[in-house]
T-cell receptor, first 113, second 112 residues
Framework: ETGVTQTPRHLVMGMTNKKSLKCEQH?????MYWYKQSAKKPLELMFV???????ENNSVPSRFSPECPNSSHLFLHLHTLQPEDSALYLC????????????FGSGTRLTVV | EDQVTQSPEALRLQEGESSSLNCSYT??????LFWYRQDPGKGPEFLFT???AGEEKEKERLKATLTKKESFLHITAPKPEDSATYLC?????????????FGPGTRLSVLP
């Protein structure tokens, strides 16, 4: 399988639940990202990992916790979310210098009830 | 602060009716400007990268151009399958190794 794969595609969770989003890339890229996309708002960068090391946390609340066990896998652990956290969560990967842009996954549509 | 705006917010065209989408940016120095297409419920799909003013890239019915302040995505004789949201993003020169700033997108609908 090639490209960037995200699972699950859809997730409904209560505010007290704990869940995880998974992202996997088979492109040989060494940078991976989590973005949040809400309706009518630009893509919001959440976290950046370069060579498995977190290099950016864009003031994201602690109820979102990323994990990057290797350069091909990225997780986003979710805990005690709020309804306003409902959004499309996108994973992306790129070469280190980003000159060819990102390759995005299809996203996880998260609904917090 | 690096900023990207896109206009119009939404655009409805008849099939075959050519038009242009605008991406205006302010950045300290441009490393690259990127265009993406996003279909509903999917992640953005890479279209073009432009690096310097005067550069043009083409793909099927799409042509992207770049000036020092803005980029245009020209759509010639669009078809219904061109309906999507088109996103623009910039990467700044002084942010090597840093990340893109995305615009809010233009939602294009092409009616048969």
């Amino acid at each position: 399988e090639t490209g960037v794969t995200q699972t699950p595609r859809h997730l409904v969770m209560g505010m007290t639940n704990k869940k995880s989003l998974k992202c996997e890339q088979h492109l040989g890229h060494n940078a991976m990202y989590w973005y949040k996309q809400s309706a009518k708002k630009p893509l919001e960068l959440m976290f950046v990992y370069n060579f498995k090391e977190q290099t950016e946390n864009n003031s994201v609340p602690s109820r979102f916790s990323p994990e990057c066990p290797n350069s091909s896998h990225l997780f986003l652990h979710l805990h005690t979310l709020q309804p306003e956290d409902s959004a499309l969560y996108l994973c992306a990967s790129s070469q280190e210098d980003r000159r060819y842009g990102y390759t995005f996954g299809s996203g996880t549509r998260l609904t917090v009830v | 602060e690096d900023q990207v705006t896109q206009s119009p917010e939404a655009l409805r065209l008849q099939e075959g009716e050519s038009s242009s989408l605008n991406c205006s940016y302010t950045v300290s120095g441009l490393r690259g400007l990127f265009w993406y297409r996003q279909d509903p419920g999917k992640g953005p799909e890479f279209l073009f990268t432009l690096y310097s003013a005067g550069e043009e890239k083409e793909k099927e019915r799409l042509k992207a151009t770049l000036t020092k302040k803005e980029s245009f995505l020209h759509i010639t004789a669009p078809k219904p399958e061109d309906s999507a949201t088109y996103l623009c993003a910039v990467q700044a020169l002084d942010n090597y190794g840093q990340n893109f700033v995305f615009g809010p997108g233009t939602r294009l609908s092409v009616l048969p």
